[in-house]
């Protein structure tokens, strides 16, 4: 069976492994001080000096295997992190179509009747109208993938010299000899 690095060590007495222990889980910050101080508080005495623990401390790779388990440690608070933003995109998601469907079967109702219509519009207002479409626009951008900041200047290249002259190049071909002689006399005036 493989253990471990902070699991205890083969030949590593048991008073040497309760002092790595208490070493470990002081977290980062731990120092062979710390450790030190804290085996005095729970223990009455480290049963050693500092020195001593500091020489059972290299011989026993107390440093590697704590890096390890606060890697560990790391992992198990990452992956539980990521479980519960799955768990919370999930509400979302099953929250924002719930939404969707409600606003939608109310909205369906209110535009089947032009005097419901007529009522829902002067019930909303002028500043809860602008806020709605912002909404269902916002909705929709989402559902598409498209960031908020994203505006239609991203989405199409910018115009220049080269692209108006061969947009005009292209026009000319298209057009018919009566229609080319005409455009270029109309320029030219």
């Known amino acids: 069976m493989q253990r471990d690095p902070w699991d205890r060590l083969d030949r590593e007495p048991s008073e040497q492994y309760i002092r790595f222990c208490v070493y470990r889980d002081l977290g980062p910050g731990r120092t062979i ?8 508080e729970e223990y009455g005495k480290a049963g ?3 020195r001593r623990l500091e020489k059972i401390a290299t011989r026993y790779k107390w440093v590697k295997r704590s890096r390890a388990y606060d890697d560990h440690l790391e992992k198990i608070r990452r992956e539980d992190h990521e479980k519960e933003l799955k768990a919370m995109f999930r509400r979302h998601k099953s929250l924002g179509l719930g939404l969707q469907q409600f606003a ?5 109702k209110i535009l089947k009747d032009k005097e419901t219509l007529d009522k829902a519009a002067d019930d909303l207002g002028p500043t809860f109208l602008p806020l709605l479409i912002g909404t269902g626009i916002k909705i929709e951008r989402q ?6 900041d994203y505006s239609i200047e991203d989405l199409t290249p910018p115009v220049t010299d080269d692209r108006i002259a061969r947009a005009v190049e292209e026009g000319l071909e298209r057009m018919s000899d009566k229609q080319r002689e005409e ?4 320029d030219a005036t």
């Open 183 to 186: 455009y270029l006399r109309d």
């Open 143 to 148: 559902a598409a993938g498209i960031p908020d």
């Open 33 to 40: 001080g710390k450790a030190y101080a804290k085996l005095c």
């Open 48 to 50: 050693c000096g500092p």
């Open 104 to 108: 939608g079967k109310k909205l369906e």
